[in-house]
């Protein structure tokens, strides 16, 4: 049984009043919340290691690069990659993606290749592959997402012909929370000869990923999704894919040697990480996977299943609530509706009673599209919430319904 | 703790269910599009003149109750205000829900409005409404809160 006490009581932030009311975080789908260990590696980091990595021979910069190195470790065996050089930090899963778009896409593809997204994906996931078609002529194609919030698999064969050249795809749905089966669809695209691209931004910090099993060739994560702090995210990328790609930023640290006549390139992941990184956020990343190793990902997801079954029941018994793309596969994202009432106003609402959620398009606009609404509500779960979170979810909802529905 | 009845006052409510200004005018000598890409609201807000007078005021357009109410609200006061008077009016109604407490005195029935000064993250669903109408006012076919 999960002792539910303990793990909130790791995060310092979840302990306050928003006026007169204990605070109901409803929002990790947006950023989770912070244990203290992630916090104290931080602070530890900046009172006694603080120093640039990969260059000097002072001790300081060997302990930063120790712990900087060492976080690249936890997170390649985390996520099952066969080899920890797969793993490149970067800013968050934006960055990976765009990494991926410039640096593999751009140079690869030409005016006869298709890059294949979904109707549900977050604009992270569009608008790269946008600038990319704009770039080199190839044509975006998009599979529709059902009734029920989960993709048209049917639909997803029929697009994928020859032509593909890249898949891309949200694992877990950041709008409704749709899990979509990634392994199969890596499999189908590697029939046809196409790269694949997922955006795993919603899933590490919720489910057991284990990229050698999806066989992807490409895999963006974001730090602060997973109990991270911001800023700081990885790209997997597939060896011998990165061996051959061209750098995507030029710096310092990125090289192994420059002259003006000729530069040349350092070592995979070195080669992508240009400049100084974000050094305690990759530190603070790696406490947030020590983190969730200590919890694991059978209770989380478990408890996550449980508080979905029941977030979905208490929303139901409300009159005039509509969820909206609830699958049968999903994380812990519930999106709804409130009958005549604006998402706004739910929010303002929520908010007046402790209750955090998000409302708007979810940087999904044409998901929300899909479904025939501007916006929509959303609360998202994580293992620090409770089922008392999500009574007060429907004291809160049920209120919005009083002033306005 | 701001208070929520403050925001959501009955005639707020009220005009945000049933508003009276909704549709286009005719003629429609006026027009502006208002958008506040932080919630996707998209308004649109029509204008007929007589010379310099407002003849009428209506909007079209999804948005929560706060936009509502104020468009249709900002639709009512308006009729038979001059240009300019409206210009003024929306300052009295900025510095409203927006300034420091010393606004001009505003028709009482945008006064209602006064709530929203406590509630810093709706200020742009109160405003939407005006901007727009200064927009397509002043020609300028769109309005954005950002």
Known sequence: MLNTQIIADSFPALHQTIGDNRLVYLDSAATTQKPQCVIDAITNYYEHDNANIHRGVHTLSHRATKKYENAREQIAKLLHCSRHEEVIFVRGATEAINLVAQAYARPRIGEDDVILITEMEHHSNIVPWQLVCEQTGASLEVVPVQDDG???????????????????????????????????????????????????????????????????????????????????????????LLQEMEPWQGGGDMILSVSFEETTWNAVPFKFEAGTPNIAGAIGLGAAVSWIHEIGYDQICKHEQELLAYGREVLLAIDGVDLIGASKHNAGVIAFTLRGVHPHDVGTILDHAGVAIRTGNHCAEPLMKRFGLAATCRASLCIYNTREDLDSLGVGVKEAMRILG | MSDLRELYLEMVTD????????????????????????????????????????????????????????????????????????????????????????????????????????????????????????????????????
Not at chain 1, 155 to 183: C, F, Q, R, W
């Open chain 1, 150 to 240: 989960s993709l048209d698999m049917e639909a997803y064969k029929s697009l994928l012909t020859e032509d593909v050249a890249i898949v891309a795809m949200a694992h877990v749905s950041n709008a409704i929370g749709t899990i979509n089966p990634v392994k199969e669809i890596c499999a189908l695209a590697k029939q046809v000869g196409a790269t694949t691209v997922i955006d795993g931004a919603q899933a590490v910090g919720h489910l057991q990923v284990d990229i050698s099993d999806i066989d992807c060739d490409f895999y963006a994560i974001s730090g602060h999704k997973m109990f991270g702090p911001t800023g700081i995210g990885c790209l997997f990328g597939k060896y011998d």
């Open chain 2, 15 to 146: 005009h945000a269910k049933s508003p009276r200004h909704r549709g286009k005018t005719d003629p429609c000598d006026c027009i502006g599009t208002g958008h506040n890409p932080l919630c996707g609201d998209k308004i649109v807000v029509t204008i007929s003149l007589d010379g310099e007078t407002i003849d009428d005021v209506k909007f079209d357009g999804e948005g929560c109750a706060i936009s509502t109410a104020s468009c249709d609200l900002m639709a009512e006061v308006l009729q038979g205000k001059t240009i300019q008077e409206a210009k003024k009016l929306f300052q009295g109604f900025h510095e409203l829900v927006a300034g420091d407490g010393t606004a001009e005195s505003v028709p009482k029935k945008l006064s209602v409005f006064s709530g929203v000064r406590e509630f810093p993250m709706r200020v742009k669903c109160a405003t939407l409404a005006w901007h727009t109408l200064i927009a397509a006012l002043d020609g300028n076919n769109e309005a954005s809160t950002e």
